[in-house]
């Protein structure tokens, strides 16, 4: 009888253990983690529509704020100003991110078809700042620190899916969908034009198990605040037609 019981007592006591281990959580002070990007374009013609539609709200914004008459307007020139400086280049290919956490700080750079980058930043973690570096052959610049860059929103709606669940590196996800709107400030009025004031939409997979403000893909604080995704696509109206999604690669991170 008393060998039944002491055996009940350690399996109760092993069980407590394991329960323990399941629910610890990390806030990540050493280690390192990667996600990888990549995009779809499943419908190529009405992605093509959509950016040549874009393109023409802002020619008429440039041409509304710069007070231009419309007579001496080249509207080719300004389109293909736009196509080389004012709408961002968009990849197929995969890309790398990297966090490599050490103490307070995060030093964050990119990898692209296993070529590392001239560029890197060092986050103050404590601070909530960010300094990018540049690399060059014959020296090192540093710009000067500036607070985080979290993206910021002036709309927002979140659903939480708890019982669509998914493995992912060990980790148990759940899914959530975030609907977002972006405030953009006076200097970014061409951005709001682009976008058309349209919202964007996320699809995390996300973890509770990982506490972290900060994030390799991920700048939206009030998702941080509650979760870590461990994957994320993103449908955005400044890319109508496309999906980018992260995916993580590895992750070895510890308290």
Known sequence: MTRKLLLIYTCLILSGVICYA?????SPIKGEIIFSSFSVIPDSSFFVKSLKESQKRLVSHLVKKLDYNDSNIDTAEILSLMGNHIFPSISTHEKDYHYLYKDSSIKSH?????????????????????TYIDVFEDDTVAMDPIRFPYTNIKEENLQEFRNEKRIINGYECFKVIYTYKIAFSEDEDHLEVISNNEQSTATYWVTEKIQS?????????SILKKYYPLEIAYNSPFHKGLTLTYKLKSINLSN
């Open 110 to 130: 990119q990898t692209d078809d296993s070529q590392k980058s001239r560029k890197f930043s060092i986050i103050d973690t404590q601070k909530s700042i960010i």
């Open 22 to 26: 399941q629910q610890k959580k990390t």
């Open 213 to 221: 403000l900060f994030h390799p893909v991920c700048a939206e604080k």
